[in-house]
Antibody, heavy 115, light 112 residues
Framework: EVQLQQSGPEVGRPGSSVKISCKASGYTFTDYVMNWVKQSPGQGLEWIGW????????DYAEKFKKKATLTADTSSNTAYIQLSSLTSEDTATYFC????????WGQGVMVTVSS | DIVMTQAPLSVSVTPGESASISCRSS???????????VYWYLQKPGKSPQLLIYRMSNLASGVPDRFSGSGSETDFTLKISRVEAEDVGIYYCGQLLENPLTFGSGTKLEIK
């Protein structure tokens, strides 16, 4: 059974960074790119970017190029997203996902930016 | 970027009746391989999105056949027949043709 298990909720101070993990199981981690999606409170879905775990190559939405850094550790089948220079605009739920077919989504991680 | 425009913003449906949600893309989602890369998701309250329809008209595994998808290269429809209480949530269309992946703004389905 494919699962994407994400880390727990995070609270970050303005200006700081947070790093969220997404542990994949039930499939060959390097066979699929991992996408990351942001959902601000009460808002829709916003694609951040993806990483190809096999090669480490990445692609980002323009808006997130200076905000997010995607990495992957093939030894632990875990993808990461680091969010830097946090502001209130970063308060949101972040999903890792394989949105195609068959689709798999992590449970989401709530990031709260608060002083 | 491909813009996905969804309508309506919300829909209220009596159980047993049908509902339709529209989605329009700013660019053709038909790939040269003949596949149209539009997907439909349902996000139930407090949950992750779940896939309903892939590649415009294919029913995802485990999804009731009350759900169906149709469309052309740029105009798409999700139809829900015989709406049930468990269908409440926010429906999103999304395009997976090219990066950046983009989604519609969502349609909230409520039960009357």
């Amino acid at each position: 059974e494919v699962q994407l298990q994400q880390s727990g909720p995070e609270v970050g101070r303005p200006g700081s960074s947070v790093k969220i993990s997404c542990k994949a199981s039930g499939y060959t981690f390097t066979d699929y790119v991992m996408n990351w999606v942001k959902q601000s409170p009460g808002q829709g879905l916003e694609w951040i970017g993806w990483i190809d775990p096999e090669y480490g190559s990445t692609d980002y939405a323009e808006k997130f190029k200076k905000k997010a850094t995607l990495t992957a550790d093939t030894s632990s089948n875990t993808a990461y997203i680091q969010l830097s220079s946090l502001t209130s605009e970063d308060t949101a739920t972040y999903f890792c996902a394989r949105p195609g077919y068959p689709a798999y989504w992590g449970q989401g991680v709530m990031v709260t930016v608060s002083s | 970027d491909i813009v996905m425009t969804q309508a309506p913003l919300s829909v209220s449906v009596t159980p047993g009746e049908s509902a339709s949600i529209s989605c329009r893309s700013s660019k053709s989602l038909l790939h040269s391989n003949g596949i149209t890369y539009v997907y439909w998701y349902l996000q139930k309250p407090g949950k992750s999105p779940q896939l309903l329809i892939y590649r415009m008209s294919n029913l995802a595994s485990g999804v009731p056949d009350r759900f169906s998808g149709s469309g052309s290269e740029t105009d798409f429809t999700l139809k829900i027949s015989r709406v049930e209480a468990e269908d409440v949530g926010i429906y999103y269309c999304g395009q997976l043709l090219e990066n950046p992946l983009t989604f519609g703004s969502g349609t909230k389905l409520e039960i009357k």
